[in-house]
């Protein structure tokens, strides 16, 4: 199954529970230009009501890297004033926000660049796994440009303020390795066999129980105070949801009859 999309550079398909969001711009290395970040939340919000998507991941088209960040070509016109930059940025805060938002697990399976605005949307993602060759940085301060409150509490949240700030201040690359041994990935793979691994490690999260994943997402998300992040109330509602469904009947059964269980959502 394949979604329609507002951009050919953004390309998603649905397939065995996993749904998978393509960046496809390579004349600019993946970078993102303004149509394709106004066009990622309808995108996401397409995904979040399919009930055969369990899991998002995101990532370069097959032999593209991740994202090289926004397309600068378009600063002198679109982000040459504050008021175009305010505009510019609200697209991009908007995508972030629509990732983080998404109820269902999302995975940033970087292959390559993954540069400024690219790092902002790998924040955004629940899990962030990486191939050896993979690099990071946020060049905001060679470019003179400006991150929102509501952009950093995505960098932020996910590497902590003392490599925000490393960052920040130097525009240095981060390796793979160290992106792993500091926290902004969780697993590293060899290039590979990494396409192998993201695929396995989405169907691992997509067999588990819907509900008990929404619930985990809502409540880590509260805990880490991401913007947008759900109430202690509706945080209840969704732990309580998972003891009343037809889904914790099923991992009951499928546990004392020693087989794996077959999770509706329900």
């Known amino acids: ?33 303004f149509e394709m970040w106004r066009a990622l939340p309808s995108l996401l919000r397409a995904v979040d009501v399919a009930e055969e998507a369990r899991v998002l991941v995101i990532s370069g088209a097959p032999g593209l890297p991740f994202c090289a960040g926004a397309d600068i070509s378009e600063f002198s ?22 990732i983080s938002n998404l109820s269902k697990p999302t ?42 409150p509501a952009a950093m509490a995505y960098v932020v949240a996910a590497v902590g303020p003392q490599l925000a700030f490393d960052l920040f201040y130097t525009a240095r690359r981060l390796t793979a390795n160290e992106a792993k041994e500091r926290g902004f990935v969780s697993r590293l793979f060899a290039t590979e066999s990494f396409e192998g691994a993201a695929h396995a490690l989405a ?33 209840e509602a969704l732990t309580s949801a998972c003891f009343d469904s037809a889904d914790y009947m099923e991992g009951r059964a499928a546990f004392l009859e020693k087989r794996e269980p077959n999770f509706s959502g329900r």
């Open 77 to 98: 016109n679109l982000r040459a004033t504050s008021e175009g930059g305010r505009i510019y940025e609200d697209a991009n805060v908007k995508a972030f926000d629509a």
């Open 1 to 33: 199954m394949a979604i329609t999309s507002a951009t050919p550079k953004l390309r998603v398909t649905i397939d065995f529970g996993v749904a998978r969001l393509y960046i496809e711009n390579p004349a600019k290395r993946n970078a993102f230009d």
């Open 107 to 148: 995975i940033a399976a970087v292959s390559g660049f993954c540069m400024g605005g690219g790092f902002g949307i790998a924040a955004a993602c629940d899990l962030r796994i990486a191939d050896a060759q993979a690099t990071f940085a946020i060049p905001a301060a060679k470019l003179g440009v400006g991150y929102p």
């Open 203 to 235: 169907e691992t999260i997509a067999a588990g129980a819907p509900l008990t994943l929404r619930a985990a997402k809502a409540a880590i998300r509260a805990a880490a105070r991401l913007p947008g992040a759900s109430s202690h109330e509706q945080c």
